[in-house]
């Protein structure tokens, strides 16, 4: 069972930045894709950021391209995601989550195999 937890939301002003944190407790972390996922009230859970066992292999959504970096540093088994030029409209929890079957990047939840409990990021305009 892998455990992952997030840390560093927070509320901030719009063009503002934070970093985001997701810890895993255990497991083969560098061989996980990792995910981060956001969910705002009454929106389905979409797709933010992925990014490969090694770290080269990432992708993002469209709508946070050139404002989001995910990296990882598999030797702290952490995965991160930097957040610039923050809008209101990424107000959000945020999740975290891995994907232990496969080395291959997934725009979808449902590929993903363990969650993090989620962390608040408000930005306020």
């Known amino acids: 069972q892998v455990q992952l937890v997030e840390s560093g939301g927070g509320f901030v002003q719009a063009g503002g930045s934070l970093e985001l944190s997701c810890a895993a407790s255990e497991g083969t972390f560098d061989s996980f894709v990792m995910g981060w996922f956001r969910q705002a009230p009454g929106k389905e859970r979409e797709f933010v950021a992925a990014i490969g066992p090694g770290g080269w292999n990432t992708n993002y959504a469209d709508s946070v391209k050139g404002r989001f970096t995910i990296s990882r540093d598999n030797a702290k088994n952490t995965v991160y995601l930097q957040m610039n030029s923050l809008k209101p409209g990424d107000t959000a929890v945020y999740y975290c989550?891995?994907?232990?079957?496969?080395?291959?990047?997934?725009?979808?939840?449902?590929?993903?195999?363990?969650w993090g409990q989620g962390t608040q990021v408000t930005v306020s305009s």
């Open positions: 989550a891995a994907r232990t079957t496969t080395w291959r990047t997934s725009a979808n939840a449902g590929n993903y195999d363990y």
